[in-house]
């Protein structure tokens, strides 16, 4: 299985800011994504980080508001921009992998509050 | 639409055997994913399942009718760890690795 790391693990913000969120996969992945699990609900792609490219986002989320950048195969970052409470959720980093089947990992997720 | 739909809430005994069901709508299909989520964690992959039938897995079995839309989880000997929320997810149209997933199912395991 792959390991997958994302700092910060949670963080409390003030409304108006903006915080970044790091993953690193320790394998090289074709395809990574963001997803959102806001409280007590399942998850929700927010975007496809495509290397070398622009994100690809789902419907409802915008670049504007959630830039990312991925400059290789092993690393992405995901921005919560203008941050409102609205925001406040978990943020997840995913992987998929193919090496042997198909297998899509998670990071641990970054807790977010928005004050 | 795309639509999946698991029981909210379970509940077993351990030791017992419980199965957690779930249906799909979706605009394509390649396959169909089962993980464990306990409070405060990340999900956890159980299992893959892209052709007809039961693929097992130790204590955890994934069973997929693509004809019904159908799938189910099934966890045999249960523990009390295994209280834990049960995500199916689905890859829909395309190669794009999107997972769409289901609300969960919450399964408390009594002793």
């Known amino acids: 299985s792959a390991v997958i790391s994302q700092k910060p693990s949670r963080d409390i913000c003030q409304r108006g800011t903006s915080l970044t969120i790091q993953c690193q996969v320790d394998?090289?992945?074709?395809?990574m994504f963001w997803y959102r699990q806001q409280p007590g609900q399942s998850l929700t792609l927010i975007a496809t980080?495509?290397?070398?490219?622009?994100?690809?986002?789902e419907s409802g989320f915008v670049i504007d508001k959630f830039p990312i950048s991925r400059p290789n195969l092993t690393f992405s970052t995901l921005t919560v921009s203008n941050m409102s409470p609205e925001d406040s959720s978990i943020y997840l980093c995913?992987?998929?992998?193919?090496?042997?089947?198909?297998?899509?990992?998670f990071g641990p997720g970054t807790r977010l509050t928005v004050l | 639409g795309q639509n999946i739909d698991q029981p909210t809430e379970m509940t077993a005994t351990e030791g017992a055997i419980v199965q957690i069901n779930c249906t799909y709508q979706?605009?394509?299909?390649?396959?169909l994913f089962w993980y464990q989520q306990h409070a405060g964690e990340a999900p956890t992959f159980l299992s893959y399942?892209?052709?007809?039938g039961l693929e097992e897995k130790g204590r955890f079995s994934s069973f997929l009718s693509r004809s019904k839309g159908y799938s189910y989880l099934l966890l045999k000997e249960l523990q009390m760890k295994d209280s834990a929320s049960y995500l199916c997810a689905v890859y829909g149209s395309g190669n794009t690795g999107k997972l769409i997933f289901g609300q969960g199912t919450t399964l408390q395991v009594k002793p």
């Open positions: 980080a495509n290397q070398g490219s622009e994100a690809t986002y």
């Open positions: 995913s992987s998929l992998h193919t090496v042997s089947g198909r297998e899509q990992f």
């Open positions: 394998s090289q992945v074709t395809m």
């Open positions: 979706t605009s394509g299909f390649n396959g």
């Open positions: 399942n892209v052709l007809d």
